[in-house]
């Protein structure tokens, strides 16, 4: 199956700084999805991204497509301790008549008051 | 918005009973639904693809006697695990497309099997 890679794995900071995450594929993708999942709790989309060379924002975060359409950043401007959770990447692939979702292996991320 | 509600958000059963979760979305009205399992520190991996009045799409490696998804109506769709076992542990998440808007994702259950 589709292979999304993933970095870093985690990151620990303090609160205030930036934070900077990506995502590379081998295949190239036309919608690339960022999701935040708190502990116990399901995946939320933060951002999603349709079109290469898109640079959106929500709020503190700003997510771009790449232009190759295989790769993605997501980075958080000063962080917050609510900033903590597993950020994933997802990308929308066709699965006979359905699209699906699949996931990087996730970024977990702690701020440090 | 769109809100998609899991049901149990934890269960804990016997070694060898059948557990079944719920997922429902509550405002809309979903064709299509997922299901994923998580285990600890990894990333969702889907299971299967439910299509309201049809029969379930399995991923690969995925029992389809073992998970049985039914899809009966608009808004709800259950993933029922037979037999469990202790290797079935593991976080189940639904998710919901509701067309253009993408797909909304319910809470989760946690299913220990002992």
């Known amino acids: 199956g589709q292979q999304l890679n993933q970095s870093p794995q985690s990151m620990f900071i303090q609160e205030g700084e930036d934070v900077s995450m990506n995502c590379t594929s081998s295949s190239i993708f036309n919608t690339w999805l960022w999701y935040k999942q708190d502990p116990g709790e399901g995946p939320v989309l933060l951002i999603a991204l349709y079109k290469a060379g898109e640079l959106t924002s929500n709020g503190r975060l700003t997510a771009q497509f790449g232009i190759t359409r295989k790769d993605s950043f997501l980075n958080i401007s000063a962080s917050i301790p609510s900033d903590v959770g597993i950020y994933f990447c997802?990308?929308?692939?066709?699965?006979?008549?359905?699209?699906?979702?699949?996931f990087g292996k996730g970024t977990l991320l702690t701020v440090n008051p | 918005g769109a809100v998609v509600s899991q049901h149990p958000s934890w269960v804990i059963c016997k070694s060898g009973t059948s557990v079944k979760i719920e997922c429902r979305s509550l405002?809309?009205?979903?064709?299509?639904m997922f299901w994923y399992r998580q285990f600890p520190k990894q990333s969702l991996m889907l299971m299967a693809t439910?299509?309201?009045?049809?029969?379930?799409?399995?991923e690969q490696g995925v029992e389809k006697d073992k998970f049985l998804i039914n899809h009966a109506s608009l808004t709800l769709s259950t993933l029922t695990v037979t037999s469990a076992h202790p290797e079935d542990s593991s976080f189940y998440i639904c998710s919901a497309e509701q067309g253009s808007y993408g797909y909304t994702f319910g809470s989760g259950t946690r299913l220990t099997v002992v």
């Open positions: 405002d809309f009205q979903a064709t299509t």
């Open positions: 439910s299509n309201e009045g049809s029969k379930a799409t399995y």
């Open positions: 997802a990308v929308m692939n066709s699965g006979g008549s359905n699209y699906k979702l699949t």
